[in-house]
């Protein structure tokens, strides 16, 4: 059974650098079929993408936060992370880790996490 778990703060301050990572167990994040993504979803809104890997290390950005955006993966942890330079409160949310398969359909997801920024 694949499982996925974000870990990370709960909370950061303003300006600040978010670090979350997501732990996958059941499944090897180097299987060259699937995307490991991070989505976020804020207080009364949709879903929004952040970020994703790929086994061979491609990533891609939302371009309203690339700039200050990273995702790596740890091959010897099987765990990917995310980082989120100089958080802003609009930055609160929850942050979903996600599996996304060639077809682009979600199937995975972890449980989420609450992050709030502020101070």
């Known amino acids: 059974q694949v499982q996925l778990l974000e870990s990370g703060p709960g909370l950061v301050r303003p300006s600040q650098t978010l670090s979350l990572t997501c732990i996958v167990s059941?499944?090897?994040?180097?299987?060259?079929?699937?995307?490991w993504t991070w989505i976020r979803q804020p207080p009364g809104r949709g879903l929004e993408f952040v970020a994703v890997?790929?086994?061979?290390?491609?990533?891609g950005y939302n371009p309203s936060l690339k700039s200050r955006t990273s995702i790596f993966m740890d091959t010897s942890s099987n765990s990917f992370s995310l980082q989120l330079t100089s958080i802003a409160p609009e930055g609160t949310g929850i942050y979903f880790c996600?599996?996304?398969?060639?077809?682009?359909?979600?199937?995975?997801w972890g449980q989420g996490i609450q992050v709030t920024a502020s101070s």
């Open positions: 996600a599996r996304a398969g060639v077809a682009g359909d979600y199937a995975l």
């Open positions: 059941g499944d090897s994040i180097t299987r060259d079929t699937y995307y």
């Open positions: 890997i790929d086994a061979t290390g491609d990533t």
